[in-house]
């Protein structure tokens, strides 16, 4: 899986620890039944509560609570396949896109996980190749890739938090390719409960990485 999702071994995801989440239901004691993982580089601006309390919000089948990215990078890495399928979703900002999904918040259903015979289907290998060739995927930010590119065929297991839920902070994409589009991703009306405020690690390999604000 590392393979698929990070830029290779020395790199910022190349690290297993961004990874434990895909699998953490198979780690964890089966006594804890939910977790919420955030990102070290979040302010709160709610009582984290309240985010628990989207967990009542899942419908059936959905395994993870996540929001979704709100830059295209998605809309970059899946070049390819939008190439090949001309008004496609994949990759297109919301509402009726699939902009992909980031990880710094997430909310982990583990009782699901392990119930989910399709979830952990995913988990094998060949599974996650073949999805992967499907929609020519290569990318390079660990966990959410994964997420990602699961969710573009199989949207039911994720639960989509609401933009206020991790409003991120990071504009690096709009400086590099994609002004005409950008605002359409970044838009998040309501109050914030969290933001995100990213560590410049959602652009290509080999860029310099910075703070985002």
């Not at 900002?93 to 902009?99: A, E, I, M, Q």
């Not at 990213?198 to 985002?212: D, F, I, K, S, Y």
């Amino acid at each position: 899986m590392q393979k698929l999702f990070s830029a290779g071994a020395g790199t910022y995801y190349g690290d297993p620890l961004f990874f434990l989440s895909v699998a953490l239901h198979r780690l964890l004691p089966r006594e804890i039944s939910r977790i919420i993982q955030v990102d070290l580089d979040v302010e709160y601006r709610a009582n984290i509560r309240e985010l628990f309390d989207e967990f009542d919000n899942f419908p059936e089948g959905a395994v993870i609570g996540i929001a979704r990215e709100m830059q295209p990078v998605y809309r970059h890495i899946f070049w390819q396949y939008r190439k090949e399928h001309p008004g496609t979703k994949v990759g297109d900002p919301p509402p009726d896109g699939l902009p992909g999904f980031n990880s710094g918040v997430l909310l982990l259903d583990l009782e699901a996980m392990r119930r989910s015979e399709l979830y952990n289907g995913l988990l094998e290998a060949g599974a996650v190749r073949r999805l992967a060739d499907k929609f020519h995927f290569r990318g390079h930010l660990g966990d959410q890739d994964f997420f990602t590119l699961v969710g573009m065929e199989h949207p039911r297991l994720f639960y989509t938090l609401d933009c206020t839920w991790n409003r991120q902070l990071c504009t690096w994409w709009r400086d590099h390719g994609y002004s005409d589009v950008f605002d359409h991703y970044f838009q998040c009306n309501g109050h914030v409960k969290i933001y995100h405020r990213e560590l410049q690690h959602t652009h290509p390999p080999g860029v310099a990485q910075r703070w985002c604000c």
